[in-house]
């Protein structure tokens, strides 16, 4: 019975005491009660067994649920085991937590506690921690009138309650460690599984568990077992599409599969696309009380006004994540304030961090936030984009001296917004790296809306940036948008630099064809500007067209009005850059390699002069080539090591590629077929990575010279028909040449005899539409082979004196000895052997000159013929 001593309905709070007996007293305002009991108080209802029920469809999370499993096998544990399972709205913590919390149930015989801490439930304030312990201590059998006031003294009498006993308990949706640390009990035996919306860092000895997404395969199954359906394969693929719409978020998964579950006659497909085409994403994944959207809102209410107003800033950032500098930019904030608070969204899972200082929003997560960011006044919108523009072409301005020659002057005036220091090149190529992704966001979202002169600044500053990676197409879109925003703008400098930049892309990217006409355009242009440094770099992008497409002629003629121009400007870059593309013409197209080597070390001496090592290990990698052709393996095989020390100290991969070839083409000279091998294999995967499909035919075409000398024709043919493909599609005669060689080689070796035939005439007329001796000089060669073995010595001997007197005119000493021991061959079936041995000699000593591989093979056949015509007595045959 309970008696009033007043009748103050306004009381605001309560203070209790113990009267006699069974009896309680207590004060509510001005009003006095107390309670007294007819007989004993009741028996306290023990509630140690409070789990919900287990969740339905629960699907993956395999390895989280390994690792909480593993916990409770250490039974003798000395200290509590406390988990943290942190994660963004609706990433299903508490399901996974249920989940193991059933599956460990036996384990923890004396209880198994839920309890809800609703740091974020809607209407209702985080749980206080005290009343909290009373819930517990009445549901652990304590009397209501032994549960002591007082946060301390409830958690003392929890801590003793559980004391040598075996308890789960769950703390769900916490808040804090301040609501978290009293509820904790002290025995060892007992494990702790905390989930949080917030990663705690404050709450010590816990062992963190981060929750991502579903991973693709596993998102999916979930979706497909919620529909209740028996999903076909066609249907499987509408299923994949939307959870990954759904960002693979559990609770938008389980919202949109309940759409369906109830609308059996509902189409999968049709509904992915709906839902894929649908104006507001977030507005579809609502099912009665249960939303996205509600989820995001309880933790966005939670942050700061500046945390807020950051959080609204960063969706506005076009690119895949953002740095802190930024990010700073975006917010107008200091660097310090903007580590704190991108810091404060990270504890709160409002974004990622995939790397040091890079931050990233999921999909959906970005989808809310730019919601919330539409309301924001336009201007705030506005400046906030145009400060992130300011910071990415100042940096992007900065990164681009360290890779322009000739260096343009450095930037004077100060950045608006703090900016990232770079101060070496290595610097600069790590931020572009990490940037290049944002860097095209900004310029495709300037492109979308019309911002003519930022898409042609940044671009511009971006287009000294090194191209070894694998980005041609992307480099093609940027400049193609570059080009259209200088036709809109009217700039007709930008408009050049746009097509000759495009038609270097292009080139790269294996296009050969139709650059030509980008770089005419360009020059055309720059002329008609008077813009000379353009010019003389537009007749460059021109001839390196016309010597890909096998126009040597032409190309020369454009190399010489390159270097002239180039010289009359001063410009010594421009001038080492002519000078190598002669030196490869003079190598190539005449076979002039004196020339070519004197044009080559002067480029190489420029190059140094300038301290340019990428120009540097071009020199020495055409310098390689000559060497190699001259028959200078040793000098050919330390030039590629050159190189290749140079281009792996810059980070210069597709240089790195070149130098490798080299190296594989010198030792498969010399017989050394295992180096040879190796290294055409890494150059070869270096190619493949980098998307380069010259570098890769060039590679295949390496690595199948080596299974050739080693006897494996058929991998050799394989290898030469993959190149022939790549060189075909490319439209790159002079590779698909050498190509065709390969290829008859490893007919004529299995017998194929008449295929081989039909093969080496093809190369052999490419070679010659070329003026190409020394190709044409090893198809010779190889036909007087094949003609040795299907036709006759007749034949035969005419080939090799034609491939005898063009290596001869081409100064190539290797396939001059492969000619001579031929015709000697095809001799002593003849039966003229002084000639034969008078050949033979002289290509056994080309052979040991140059030291070749073919060396001791010739020398042993020399031996043996001498030894016979030695043991012959003098009348005979």
């Keep these: 019975m309970t008696t009033p001593a007043g009748n103050d309905s306004s009381a605001l709070f309560r203070v209790e005491g113990h009267a006699q007996d069974q009896s309680r007293m207590y004060l509510a305002g001005r009003d006095l009660y107390q309670t007294t009991f007819s007989g004993p108080p009741p ?82 304030p985080p749980a206080d921690p005290a009343e909290v312990l009373a819930a517990l201590l009445l549901g652990a059998g304590v009397a209501p009138q032994h549960i002591p006031d007082g946060v301390e003294a409830r958690a003392a009498l929890w801590r003793a309650r559980l004391a040598g006993k075996r308890v789960l308990l769950v703390l769900d949706d916490a808040a804090s460690r301040t609501q978290i640390e009293p509820l904790l009990p002290s025995s060892g035996g007992c494990l702790v599984l905390i989930t949080s919306r917030r990663r705690l860092l404050a709450l010590d000895g816990t062992v963190p568990l981060p929750l991502e997404t579903l991973p693709p395969k596993q ?78 809102d309880l933790s966005y209410h939670a942050l ?43 504890t709160d899972h409002f974004i990622d961090e995939p790397a040091p200082g890079r931050y990233r929003m999921h999909d959906l997560i970005r989808e809310y936030a730019l919601a ?60 572009v790296r990490t940037e290049r992704p944002n860097l095209i966001a900004c310029v495709n979202y300037a492109a979308l809306h019309r911002q003519h002169t930022r898409v042609i600044q940044l671009t511009d500053a971006m287009s000294s940036f090194p191209s070894e990676e694998n980005h041609w197409q992307e480099d093609i879109s940027l400049y193609e948008k570059a080009l ?132 540097e290990a071009s020199a020495l990698c055409e310098l390689r080539v000559i060497r190699q052709l001259s028959g200078e393996y040793d000098a050919a095989a330390d030039l590629a090591g050159k190189a290749l020390v140079l281009y792996r100290n810059l980070g210069n991969r597709y240089g790195e590629a070149l130098a490798l070839q080299g190296l594989s083409r010198a030792q498969e000279a010399i017989g050394d077929y295992e180096a040879a091998a190796d290294f055409a294999e890494q150059a070869l995967a270096l190619y493949r990575t980098l998307g380069d499909r010259h570098g890769e035919a060039e590679g295949l075409q390496a690595l199948g010279k080596v299974r050739l000398a080693t006897g494996d024709h058929e991998t050799a043919a394989v290898l030469a028909e993959q190149a022939l ?20 080689q490893t007919r004529y070796l299995s017998g194929a005899f008449e295929t081989a035939t039909e093969l080496l005439a093809q190369a052999r007329a490419l070679f010659q539409s070329f003026g190409d001796d020394h190709g044409e000089a090893e198809v010779l060669n190889s036909t007087g082979a094949l003609l040795a073995q299907s036709s ?17 005119r081409a100064q190539a000493p290797l396939e001059e000895a492969k000619a001579l021991e031929g015709v000697a061959r095809t001799q002593m079936r003849c039966g003229q052997r002084q000639a034969a041995l008078d050949g033979l000699r002289v290509a056994v000593a080309i052979y040991q000159r140059i030291g070749a591989a073919e060396a001791e093979s010739a020398l042993a056949h020399l031996a043996s013929l001498q030894n016979r015509a030695f043991s012959r007595s003098p009348g005979q045959p």
């Design 304 to 346: 700061s006004a500046d945390q807020q107003r950051l959080f609204r800033r960063l969706c506005l950032h076009p690119g895949p994540e953002i740095g802190t500098y930024a990010a700073a930019a975006l917010d107008d904030l200091s660097l310090a304030q903007a580590r704190r608070r991108l810091n404060a969204l990270y």
């Design 219 to 296: 998102a999916t199954a979930l979706f497909t077992r919620l529909i209740h359906r028996n999903v076909t394969e066609k249907e499987s693929e509408a299923a994949a599409e939307v959870v990954k719409l759904c960002g693979y978020l559990p609770l938008a998964i389980r919202l949109l599969a309940a759409h369906l579950a109830h609308h059996p006659t509902w189409d999968i497909a049709t509904y992915a696309h709906e839902f894929a085409t649908a104006q507001d994403l977030l507005g579809e994944l609502e099912a009665g009380d249960r939303a996205v959207t509600a989820a995001f």
């Design 43 to 124: 028996t306290p209802v023990t509630a140690l067994h409070t789990l919900p029920r287990d969740v339905v469809a629960f699907t993956g999370r395999d390895s989280e649920l390994r690792r909480l499993l593993r916990t409770a096998d250490t039974r003798a544990a000395e200290v509590l085991a406390i988990h943290t399972i942190d994660g963004m709205p609706g990433v299903g913590k508490t399901a996974l937590v249920t989940h193991a919390a059933h599956l460990l149930a036996d384990r923890y015989p004396d209880g198994q506690l839920f309890v809800h801490l609703a740091a974020h439930t809607s209407g209702q």
């Design 372 to 431: 919330l960011a539409a309301g924001d006044p336009d201007d705030d919108r506005q400046y906030a984009i145009i400060r992130l523009y300011a910071y990415y072409q100042r940096v992007a301005q900065v990164a681009k001296y360290f890779f322009s020659f000739p260096r343009p002057e450095a930037a004077a005036d100060e950045a608006p917004v703090p900016i990232a220091e770079l101060v070496n090149r290595e610097q600069a190529l790590a931020w």
């Design 792 to 808: 006759g010595p007749a034949e035969s001997l005419v080939a090799y004196r034609q491939a005898l007197q063009l290596a001869r």
């Design 725 to 744: 493909a790549i060189y075909r599609a490319l439209n790159f005669g002079h590779g698909e040449a050498n190509a065709l060689h390969a290829l008859a």
């Design 484 to 615: 259209t925003a200088a036709r809109h703008s009217g700039d007709r400098l930008a408009q050049a630099n746009a097509l000759r930049h495009l038609c270097w892309t292009q080139l790269s990217g294996g296009q050969y064809s139709a650059p030509a006409d980008l770089a005419e355009q360009a020059l055309a242009l720059y002329r008609s500007i008077g813009h000379q440094h353009g010019e003389a770099n537009a007749l460059h992008a021109l001839c390196h067209t016309r010597r890909l497409t096998g126009r040597y002629e032409a190309a020369t003629d454009l190399a010489e009005q390159a270097l002239t121009l180039h010289k009359s400007l001063g410009d010594r870059h421009g001038e080492a850059k002519g000078l190598l593309a002669l030196a490869w013409l003079r190598r190539v197209a005449t076979a002039e390699y004196e020339a070519a080597t004197a044009l080559a070390e002067q480029a190489l001496a420029l190059y140094k002069s300038l301290e340019h090592q990428i120009g």
